[in-house]
T-cell receptor, first 113, second 111 residues
Framework: EAGVTQFPSHSVIEKGQTVTLRCDPI?????LYWYRRVMGKEIKFLLH????????ESGMPNNRFLAERTGGTYSTLKVQPAELEDSGVYFC???????????FGSGTRLTVV | QKEVEQNSGPLSVPEGAIASLNCTYS??????FFWYRQYSGKSPELIMS????GDQEDGRFTAQLNKASQYVSLLIRDSQPSDSATYLC???????????FGSGTRLQVQP
């Protein structure tokens, strides 16, 4: 079984630019989560999809962040415009319906300069 | 008060010893608890889950849960240098379907 795939693995962009992160969950996993770890802080929840629907987006920091999940398959997280404080590692995770022991992707390290 | 509290460490133990990692949580309604291991520069990896009070054992790992005290722990027996990593506690609380992560305890196993 292929794992959770994220790309790019690294992204360096200038403040004010736009970046789109992609996550391909494990096939058949209805739940898809985005988390972020900022340097020195704990992993923070951003949002949760069940299939193509946003179940909980209470962790999204502001309206510069937009997440979508096309047809209940892969998901994208767009940051527009990026700010310095958006730097960190963005993790995607997925799980079967009704389970919470998720599988994480390898993450995207975003650096905004 | 943080939702999940863990001592950041580092917790240093000699090879072969028992490592004890502790976690407290604030949401009394939490029902499921997970331990993840994260090696430096890597993503978190699920190693244990526990749902009932008491102990749950898997190989060298034992998770312990005390819901009355809102306390969950992870014991690693016969610690190996390869166990050196950050261990994250993640309860599944009420009102949200996603896990909340603690900041993690860094474990160092000395050869």
């Amino acid at each position: 079984e292929a794992g959770v795939t994220q790309f790019p693995s690294h992204s360096v962009i200038e403040k004010g630019q736009t970046v789109t992160l992609r996550c391909d969950p494990i096939s058949g996993h209805d739940n898809l989560y985005w988390y972020r770890r900022v340097m020195g802080k704990e992993i923070k929840f951003l949002l949760h999809f069940v299939k193509e629907s946003k179940q909980d987006e209470s962790g999204m920091p502001n309206n510069r962040f937009l997440a979508e999940r096309t047809g209940g398959t892969y998901s994208t997280l767009k940051v527009q415009p990026a700010e310095l404080e958006d730097s960190g590692v963005y993790f995607c995770a997925s799980s079967h319906a009704g389970t919470y022991g998720y599988t994480f992707g390898s993450g995207t390290r975003l650096t905004v300069v | 008060q943080k939702e999940v509290e863990q001592n950041s460490g580092p917790l240093s133990v000699p090879e072969g010893a028992i490592a004890s990692l502790n976690c407290t949580y604030s949401d009394r309604g939490s029902q499921s608890f997970f331990w993840y291991r994260q090696y430096s520069g890597k993503s978190p990896e699920l190693i244990m889950s526990i749902y009932s009070n008491g102990d749950q054992e898997d190989g060298r790992f034992t998770a312990q849960l005390n819901k009355a005290s809102q306390y969950v722990s992870l014991l690693i027996r016969d610690s190996q240098p390869s166990d050196s990593a950050t261990y994250l506690c993640a309860p599944h609380g009420t009102g949200r379907r996603a896990l909340t992560f603690g900041s993690g305890t860094r474990l160092q196993v000395q050869p």
